[in-house]
């Protein structure tokens, strides 16, 4: 129930292409769904969230599009650069205050080729 | 800039070792969270914490305790080290609003 599942394990794609990393989850009580970029040697970073309530959130190259009734959400890169490669993290979470919690997707490496 | 410290980058302990990981923050954070990461695993939840001196059990706590005596510190111990022990841990910190702040991580080697 607290599962998000994340696909592709890995994805390659040329510099000005679209990267597309996509994620679906179970449990209905999620309210909160963020992504996080990891670079090597460092910590998992927020990226960009959406709350369910919207179907898409946009900031610079990156959007979420939203699917509630598909209960899926994905990432998108536009015009991907090689300063994008990274592990991507989705992640769904629920609960209020200190009682909130976040539960992650597996990853994907991302690689953009010069 | 708000800061989650983890204080080794890198370890390297003997099986059967006690081990200490030290995460810090300086964000007046209630909740604390310490995770291990592996390949094709993603981030799995040890432990939490959600005010000083309590604790909760996370997806994968089986070895591991941890203690929090102080808002600012989260430990992580391994009581027992094995060589399955062996992963990246990341400690990480969050806001009122649920956004997770993470430490650069601290890579155990297990022999």
């Known amino acids: 129930q607290q599962q998000v599942k994340q696909s592709p394990q890995s994805l390659i794609v040329q510099k000005g292409g679209i990267s597309i990393i996509n994620c679906a989850y179970e449990?209905?009580?999620?309210?909160?769904f963020p992504w996080y970029q990891q670079f090597p040697g460092k910590g998992p970073a927020l990226l960009i969230a959406i709350r369910p309530d919207v179907s898409e959130k946009k900031e610079g190259r990156f959007t979420i599009s939203f699917n509630k009734s598909a209960k899926q959400f994905s990432l998108h890169i536009m015009d991907s650069q090689p300063g994008d490669s990274a592990t991507y993290f989705c992640?769904?979470?629920w609960g209020s205050g200190s009682a909130r919690q976040l539960t992650f997707g597996s990853g994907t490496q991302l690689t953009v080729l010069p | 800039d708000v800061k989650v410290t983890q204080s080794s980058r890198y370890l390297v302990k003997r099986t059967g070792e006690k081990v200490f990981l030290e995460c810090v923050q300086d964000?007046?954070?209630?909740?604390m969270f310490w995770y291990r990461q592996d390949p094709g695993l993603g981030l799995r939840l040890i432990y939490f914490s959600y005010d000083v001196k309590m604790k909760e059990k996370g997806d994968i706590p089986e070895g591991y305790s941890v203690s929090r005596e102080k808002k600012e510190r989260f430990s992580l111990i391994l009581e027992s080290a094995s060589t399955n022990q062996t992963s990246m841990y990341l400690c990480?910190?969050?806001?009122?609003?649920?956004?997770?702040?993470f430490g650069s991580g601290t890579r155990l080697t297990v022999v």
């Open positions: 990480a910190s969050s806001s009122p609003s649920g956004v997770y702040t």
């Open positions: 992640a769904a979470s």
């Open positions: 449990n209905t009580a999620f309210d909160y």
């Open positions: 964000m007046d954070h209630e909740n």
